[in-house]
């Protein structure tokens, strides 16, 4: 069983930097890839980006690539989504999530484990 929690989100001016963390319990976290999802008024929850275990393959959505680094520190049972240049549409709240990924990292379906979200709001 892992709990995911998140925080670091809030309001900043477009072209602003966010670094959002995901704090795990538990002895297992390492064996756990993470993704980092997002949830805009009106829209369905869509991946953002994703890391393996080791943290030696990262993944991101189109939109973000160039503008948001996923990292981890398995020895502080800890993700991260450090967010620069941020835009508008990158408003949303964002969820960590942790699951033993096989196919894709970019499917929903494929994490066990989801935090409670937290608002990222970037104002224009």
């Known amino acids: 069983q892992v709990q995911l929690v998140e925080s670091g989100g809030g309001l900043v001016q477009a072209g602003g930097s966010l670094r959002l963390s995901c704090a795990a319990s538990g002895r297992t976290f390492s064996t756990y890839s993470m993704g980092w999802f997002r949830q805009a008024p009106g829209k369905e929850r869509g991946f953002v980006a994703g890391?393996?275990?080791?943290?030696?393959?990262?993944y991101y959505a189109d939109s973000v690539k160039g503008r948001f680094t996923i990292s981890r520190d398995n020895a502080k049972n800890t993700a991260y989504l450090q967010m620069n240049s941020l835009k508008a549409e990158d408003t949303a709240v964002y969820y960590c999530a942790a699951g033993r990924v096989r196919f894709s990292h970019e499917r929903s379906s494929e994490y066990d484990y989801w935090g409670q979200g937290t608002q990222v709001t970037v104002s224009s």
């Open positions: 890391i393996s275990w080791s943290g030696g393959n990262t």
